[in-house]
């Protein structure tokens, strides 16, 4: 049975050229070619595109399939290219190529200190590398972190110039289970490296490197800042009104930001296309008069224009509110020359020049979350708006919005799932109230900038965005704190979300158009995704393993048998949650596994773990043990903390050939019992430079 083919197509004809590129993105990405290889495709591809172009006639009608499947085999080509030349380390100019310890590093800053716990962060780029006093200028980013000293927040800033020479370190993942890619998320930015730097280890160079455009950006976005911080009172206020304005996200608190993703409305927070249509929406009320004359309809599209892009600039252009400002960009345009374009056809075409552009964009979550809304809204709204008429003007009022909620939730829910691991139960009541109160706090945000020439009149309005604030926050944690309001803990494969999507689209065609047809394909898709969980929670239930996390400062292990699992470590990683959701979580949740009372197979005997006949000596302080007759046989030793101890005296005590080094041990430490464990031929893992240490058994 064929698949019928849908009219999009030929609504947005730019979904042909999308759907290539992003197979040669993915593509490049997962199984690189080499650029000679490249080349030779693109050769041949090339020729076959003007031999299809020399066709006639009959000959054309015969063989109109090759022009198409050059013209495909071209975009995709073309996603290839442009995925290798924009990973930074395949760019000529990168500076990892020349750098070594010997040389000197000329950084600038590319964004203001960002204050830590123990110390401040900021990303830079590579101005260049001096070596034998000749100057090579580079590309390239890294991050710095200093020691945290007062002074430097009055020493350093955006575009600072920094002369140093101290070993770079390549910026890698910690290797637990289930983890965040840092690695591949720096790499997307252009940063490859990282280094800490105390203040006798710089110097401030006063180069200028930043151009007239970028300060001016940047001045703006601080002015606005100051703006905000100075008349709305209450750091959690003021925190939440810079996030909702240009999407400053350094002062919020965490707690607030986990709520806020709990009840569904993290797009709020989260510069996104909501906000530009909120502006948007505003600037057609505001220059309505100008769209009655023909000659100041351009005048009209030009301020919009320049209102939206310089309010995406500001906001750091993140994918999502680009994604946006493409959008209304062509909407703009084609109304401007009185030409309606499909929505389809903005959405497609701005997703296409944004992959262009960046075609790491693919795997940023707020590109995927913002096409997959936008998309779903456009599909669902009008099916999910006729469920429901009232003839009261504000009951049909709330119930678009709740069409608009729910119709966007269709297609985003499955990423949602597989990203954030969890769906919020009250998303349509959290939404009803925050979505148009964030929208009066906006338009008020941009009133007080405005009042901010005149403080007498901006301390009141500040005053008043403030209570408004702090009313929006306590509604977020009210419906938090309600014991229902999010289902977390929900683990799903690429490969299911997959299946989710195939089964919403062959249903919704199913009910929408009247394809009976699809409804054996979407009973067929949810059957296997169901028959794919069963076998992996199966799978997961014959599990047994020992996982050694990678957690700095912090000693972290987990016995898993089956569906539970059994920790030992630190306890204050469990009352924290950052440290809990970005280091424990992701593995538990990919391995099933929740706290256990009993283990099969497992029994703690200080200082011994017995587990599935293998014994494991977990060691932070040494114990008072008899010099044995014949040493103890132990399977894995793991050294944590600043024990003082060397290998050759454990060897004395116990017959073990693998030891681990966790990551609450200091780095010299690790790199002695290293030494001991090479000249012993000892198997030893260090986590912190190999990633977790995973044990099966």
Not at 153 to 161: E, F, I, M
Not at 236 to 248: F, H, N, P, Q, S
Not at 549 to 574: C, K, M, Q, T, W
Request: proline letters at 4%; a positive charge; glycine letters at 6%.
């Amino acid at each position: 049975m064929l698949l019928p083919v849908l009219p999009i197509w030929k609504q947005a004809p730019f979904i042909r050229l999308l759907i290539p590129l992003i197979l040669g993105i993915i593509l490049q990405w997962y199984f690189p070619l080499p650029v000679k290889y490249i080349c030779i495709i693109a050769c041949i591809a090339l020729i076959f595109f003007l031999l299809a172009q020399c066709l006639r006639g009959y000959l054309l009608f015969l063989h109109k399939w090759i022009y198409g499947i050059t013209l495909m085999m071209m975009i995709l080509l073309f996603g290839v290219a442009i995925t290798h030349f924009k990973n930074i380390t395949h760019q000529q100019y990168w500076f990892g190529h020349l750098y070594n310890d010997s040389i000197v590093v000329v950084a600038v800053l590319a964004e203001p200190l960002i204050e830590k716990n123990k110390s401040y962060k900021a990303d830079a780029t590579v101005y260049a590398l001096i070596h034998n006093g000749s100057v090579v200028q580079t590309k390239g980013g890294i991050i710095i972190y200093f020691k945290k000293d007062s002074s430097l927040l009055s020493k350093l800033n955006y575009g600072s110039t920094l002369v140093f020479k101290k070993g770079l370190q390549a910026v890698r993942n910690s290797g637990n289970p289930g983890a965040f890619d840092y690695k591949r998320y720096s790499l997307f930015h252009g940063i490859t490296h990282q280094v800490y730097l105390t203040e006798n280890e710089f110097a401030v160079s006063k180069l200028q490197t930043r151009s007239a455009y970028t300060n001016g950006l940047q001045q703006s976005r601080k002015g606005l800042l100051e703006i905000l911080k100075k008349y709305i009172p209450g750091k959690r206020e003021a925190g939440v009104a810079e996030a909702l304005l240009i999407g400053y996200r350094d002062d919020l608190e965490r707690d607030l930001v986990q709520a806020y993703a709990n009840t569904g409305v993290i797009h709020v927070i989260a510069i996104s296309g909501m906000h530009l249509a909120m502006i948007y929406g505003l600037l057609i009320v505001l220059l309505k008069p100008l769209q009655r004359n023909a000659k100041t309809k351009w005048v009209r599209g030009l301020i919009i224009l320049s209102v939206l892009w310089l309010f995406t600039l500001l906001s750091g252009a993140g994918p999502s509110i680009l994604r946006s400002a493409v959008m209304f960009s062509f909407i703009v345009a084609g109304e401007s020359m009185r030409r309606k374009i499909s929505v389809y056809h903005t959405l497609s075409a701005s997703a296409f020049f944004l992959l262009c552009w960046n075609p790491f964009f693919l795997w940023d979550v707020g590109f995927q979350l913002s096409y997959a809304a936008v998309l779903s809204i456009v599909v669902f709204l009008r099916s999910v708006t006729h469920w429901f008429y009232c003839k009261h003007a504000i009951v049909n009022y709330m119930w678009k919005l709740i069409a608009v909620t729910l119709a966007a939730q269709i297609l985003t829910t499955p990423l949602s799932i597989y990203h954030f691991h969890q769906v919020p139960n009250l998303f349509l009541i959290s939404n009803l109230v925050i979505v148009p109160l964030s929208g009066f706090i906006l338009y008020g945000e941009i009133l007080l900038c405005l009042l901010s020439l005149f403080p007498a009149v901006a301390l009141p309005a500040g005053k008043i965005l403030s209570a408004m604030l702090r009313l929006m926050n306590d509604c977020i944690t009210f419906i938090d704190d309600i014991p229902f309001a999010v289902s977390d803990n929900i683990s799903i494969s690429m490969l299911q979300t997959g299946l989710l999507y195939v089964f919403i689209i062959t249903l919704a065609v199913w009910l929408m158009k009247q394809k009976k047809q699809m409804l054996p394909y979407a009973l067929m898709a949810l059957l296997a995704f169901m028959l794919y969980r069963v076998a992996d929670i199966g799978i997961r239930q014959k599990q047994s393993k020992i996982i050694v996390y990678n957690i700095p400062r912090y000693s972290a292990v987990d016995f898993i048998s089956g569906s539970g699992y059994h920790f030992a470590g630190d306890e204050a990683l469990a009352a924290d949650p950052f440290l809990y959701n970005f280091h424990l979580r992701p593995s538990r949740l990919m391995y099933r596994a929740k706290p256990a009372v009993s283990l099969s197979g497992f029994r703690p005997v200080s200082p011994f773990f017995y587990f599935n006949k293998k014994r494991i000596l977990l060691l932070d302080t040494l114990p008072a043990l008899a010099q044995p007759v014949e040493p103890v046989d132990v399977d894995v030793i793991i050294l944590s903390k600043n024990i003082n101890v060397r290998i050759a005296r454990l060897q004395r005590l116990f017959r073990c050939r693998q030891y681990v080094f966790d990551a609450s041990s200091p780095a010299w430490k690790i790199r002695q019992w290293k030494n001991d464990c090479d000249s012993l031929h000892l198997r030893r893992h260090s986590v912190q430079e190999d990633g977790a240490f995973i044990l099966d058994l």
